[in-house]
């Protein structure tokens, strides 16, 4: 990670660096030099620094006087005082780590200044659900209008931004790649900082946007179409994961389930099921609850698709008839798998958060708030009966509006900005960055590391590629600081 200062003896603006950066630059550790397989011509280019102990907000000139990397030329003193005081600054984040592509414009403050998400819905009707490699496409087309769309919205250009956020991980590696681009392109030409962000820990942090008394530590559900993943949220960086999926998310299974049942996809599964399901009669069809015989916080719902389509097949239920087009009896076929299929995906989900919130309380007695986010906490269904949850252990539910819990622009640049007060960004890019320069993308990239008892008894996560959590990069670093 990075920290901006300058001596006021000499005026020279230096560069601090707190390795390992969880945005662009490449690790300077062995082990993960390895992983990522840098070049020799990548590592030429790598910084090398050591880390300074109770760093102040703004480094002092005994501080200072450790480093000797001046920043890239053009880079602005004054953003950089900017940032380590506190000052009001712009972030322009960037979202394309799957099927929408996104940007907004947020004020240090919180104030959202724009947001632009541009749809591939079309394409989600078209596949089914999402196919990477036209998802990538879709993301070029559109990435430079909705980027300038977004600062005109806000009626600022390139160089009224402080900063460039951007998520690098999890998600798609074709669609990331896309994003990455375009912030480094940015943040390159007008010699801005850079941070790159963990997609889910913005899923949980955008709910600290719009509930200003929403402090560490918490409990967080985040829940999409890619991820189930239940966190106690230490601190900023600092995340315990409690419990995932061992197969599907339960994003997925509603995308499934829809697209099974006949449903218009163009909204996405999860939205079409809700719908349907209020039609329907949820003890119709006895499907069971997921993993009742493993006392973890764990998910699964490969299972639970197996048996909708069971149900399907049996009713004799043709998802290519659309269901605008069904008979009546068919269509009140089609509502009872919906509305059965419903409430058994999100007892699943209820019965893992109790035990989540459980264990979070026995590590930290004063949570005092549950957030709910991600694309499938835009679910009313899912609200109601998480508000229950939480009720029920003295907590408070906190889900973001339904527009900042599907995949958006705000919650990055927000998220860019609280690590920005910490002094966690790397420098500009250079201006002449080639295309086919290496980008750091990490679609594989776990937020916290695992608590002990939340492992999987049922059978083994895949771990392959999986980059070190974001959690272990600052606790390492931490490590590290201490022995010096």
């Not at 991820?227 to 997925?252: F, K, M, P, S």
């Amino acid at each position: 990670m990075v920290i901006l200062g300058s001596s006021m003896s000499s005026r020279r603006v230096y560069l601090f660096v707190h390795r390992p950066s969880f945005s662009f630059s490449h690790s300077t550790t062995p082990a993960l030099r390895k992983q990522h397989r840098v070049l020799p011509h990548q590592q030429q280019r790598r910084f090398r620094f050591t880390w300074s102990k109770n760093l102040p907000s703004h480094p002092s000139k005994s501080l200072s006087s450790r480093f000797s990397a001046p920043l890239p030329l053009g880079y602005s003193e004054s953003a950089n005082e900017m940032m380590c005081n506190g000052d009001d600054f712009i972030v322009l984040g960037i979202e394309t780590s799957c099927d929408d592509t996104a940007a907004a414009v947020v004020r240090s403050n919180g104030e959202i200044l724009s947001q632009v998400v541009s749809s591939q819905a079309d394409l989600l009707a078209r596949y089914g659900g999402v196919a990477p490699k036209m998802a990538e496409e879709a993301h070029s087309q559109v990435i430079h209008q909705v980027i300038q769309e977004t600062l005109d919205k806000a009626n600022l250009n390139e160089k009224d931004l402080s900063a460039v956020a951007v998520t690098i991980g999890p998600g798609l590696s074709l669609c990331l790649r896309v994003g990455v681009q375009k912030a480094r392109e940015i943040a390159g030409k007008y010699q801005l900082p850079i941070v790159g962000v963990h997609h889910m820990e913005a899923h949980a942090l955008v709910a600290r946007l719009m509930e200003r008394e929403l402090q560490f530590p918490f409990m967080a559900l985040l829940i999409s179409g890619g991820h189930n993943l239940l966190v106690l949220a230490r601190d900023l960086g600092h995340y315990i994961q409690l419990g995932t999926t061992i197969d599907d998310a339960i994003g997925e299974a509603y995308d499934k389930a829809a697209k099974w049942l006949g449903l218009d996809m163009r909204r996405s599964g999860g939205p079409a099921i809700e719908e349907l399901a209020r039609e329907g009669d949820p003890e119709s069809i006895k499907f069971t609850i997921p993993m009742k015989q493993h006392d973890d916080c764990n998910f699964s719902y490969a299972g639970l698709k197996t048996q909708v389509r069971r149900a399907i097949s049996s009713k004799n239920i043709n998802a290519d008839i659309p269901i605008a087009s069904a008979s009546s009896e068919d269509r009140w076929s089609r509502a009872d798998i919906a509305a059965s299929f419903q409430r058994v995906a999100v007892l699943h989900l209820e019965e893992r958060c109790e035990r989540a919130i459980e264990w979070a309380l026995k590590i930290e007695a004063s949570i005092k708030f549950f957030v709910v986010s991600g694309g499938v906490a835009s679910n009313q269904y899912v609200r109601a009966r998480l508000d229950h949850v939480a009720k029920k252990r003295g907590l408070q539910l906190v889900c973001p509006p339904p527009g900042l819990c599907t995949d958006n622009g705000v919650m990055i640049a927000w998220t860019g900005i609280e690590h920005l007060r910490l002094g966690r960004f790397d420098p500009p890019p250079p201006a002449d960055e080639p295309k086919d320069a290496w980008l750091d993308v990490r679609p594989r990239w776990p937020l916290g590391e695992e608590y002990t008892e939340g492992r999987s008894k049922a059978r083994s996560m895949r771990r392959a590629r999986v980059h070190p959590s974001l959690t272990s990069l600052i606790q390492g670093e931490g490590a590290v600081k201490q022995q010096e």
